[in-house]
């Protein structure tokens, strides 16, 4: 069997689909996409499909090395992001060629199916009571809500409350067990966190996330010494090299890769793998579309240590277009009592409405994330 052919559909609600072709009439569908930068990551795509057609799509591991070690210059979002699609399709295609799931190919399950969270409030966290109690009533057992807007590195105690009155209030909504996600997104610089994830401890969270922008992933010493809550981080951390430190240094209880960002299902299957021999759990983040998301699914029912999967149904990204548009069976991710069942079918498990994703590639995007200010007009973290 021989790679012939491939697509990249740029399509809404900020998403990039890629598909692979096969002289067997074999398909894989990928989700390369860095949000904010589709374009770019589509001309990483294109650069790296040059060596890939022609092809045999099988051999996984050894195309994962040559498109990751064959540039002198690697890593990085785009270039993992372009690599990580890539890496899905052909898995996709592995599957449906032998005529199973991936995850028989990972060495099979080790679980039926994994917890779900739902994201909360938007960009800035409004309302946040009221949307905790309408999603725990659609039967999810844990939320996820943004912490904070623009924050400085030393700033006012007011946002510090603010941020205590809108999870309180997710609490009282929805009681004492409801497992609740606070990312701070990397808006927060160590000396707010600290004081945020100290304060935070009455709530009892389920994590905290990003506290720090993984540039200054050495601060997380600081706040793991000043809070019992666990500490997740990952989705801006694309190998297993940058994984490497934050295992070992030992301040980490929660990894968050991305699967569209982190090398694929090749990559994220060892850096789960890796967390697990320091004890650490994962969360895989998947704020993306069914390709995503499916890929995700894959990989956590081989994994001892994935313990909840983030999900992006109805997020306040996908004005227009959801999650569930692009495939031709809702129920493969139907979430019941909040989980949802490991897909069983051939390849990443999912079948993608093709004639939908043309036309909804007709009408594209180019969505961007906003540019915050302090203010004082400096630029504040998103």
């Known amino acids: ?72 210059y690697r890593g990085g979002p785009i270039l993992m992001s372009a690599l990580s699609g890539i890496d899905q399709a052909l898995w996709d295609i592995k599957g449906k060629h032998l005529g199973v799931p991936v995850h028989q190919l990972l060495g099979g399950k080790v679980r039926e199916s994994i917890k779900v969270y739902s994201w909360i409030g938007g960009d800035r966290p409004s309302d946040v009571g009221a949307a905790a109690r309408a999603v725990v009533d659609q039967g ?62 009455v709530f009892r969270p389920m994590f905290i996330e990003e506290p720090v922008l993984p540039e200054n992933n050495e601060a997380l010493r600081d706040i793991a010494n000043h809070t019992v809550i666990p500490i997740a981080t990952g989705e801006r951390m694309y190998s297993k090299w940058d994984f490497k430190d934050v295992l070992k240094d030992g301040y980490v209880d929660i990894i968050q890769p991305d699967l569209s960002h982190a090398g694929g299902i090749t990559e994220n299957k060892k850096i789960l793998s890796m967390a697990e021999a320091f004890d650490v759990a994962a969360a895989p983040h998947c704020p993306l579309g069914p390709i995503a998301l499916a890929s995700c699914l894959q990989v956590d029912a081989t994994c001892h240590n994935a313990f909840i999967q983030e999900q992006s149904l109805g997020i306040h990204y996908n004005q227009g277009s959801d999650l569930l548009d692009y495939v031709v069976d809702a129920h493969v991710f139907a979430y019941e009592d909040g989980y949802v069942k490991v897909p069983n079918q051939p390849g990443l498990g999912i079948d993608i409405n093709e004639a939908h994703v043309r036309k909804m590639a007709e009408i594209g995007h180019n969505w961007k994330n906003p540019i915050w200010r302090h203010n004082d007009q400096s630029v504040a973290e998103w």
């Not at 499909?49 to 799509?57: A, E, S, T, V």
């Not at 904070?148 to 309180?168: C, G, P």
């Open 140 to 201: 999810f057992k844990a939320i996820k809500m943004n912490a904070t807007d623009e924050m400085q590195y030393v700033d006012s105690y007011e946002k510090i409350d603010r941020v205590l009155e809108n999870v309180a209030a997710i609490r009282d909504a929805v009681g004492p067990y409801i497992g609740i996600g606070i990312d701070f997104h990397g808006r927060v610089h160590k000396p707010m966190a600290k004081i945020l994830a100290k304060e935070l401890e």
């Open 1 to 72: 069997m021989k790679l012939t052919n491939y697509e990249l559909f740029q399509v809404p609600p900020r998403w990039l689909f890629l598909k692979l072709e096969t002289d067997e009439g074999v398909v894989g569908w990928g989700e390369p996409v860095i949000e904010g930068r589709a374009a770019t990551v589509k001309a990483a795509v294109m650069e790296l499909m040059d060596y890939l057609i022609g092809k045999d799509p099988l051999q996984i591991e050894d195309h994962w090395n040559v498109l990751y070690r064959g540039g002198f």
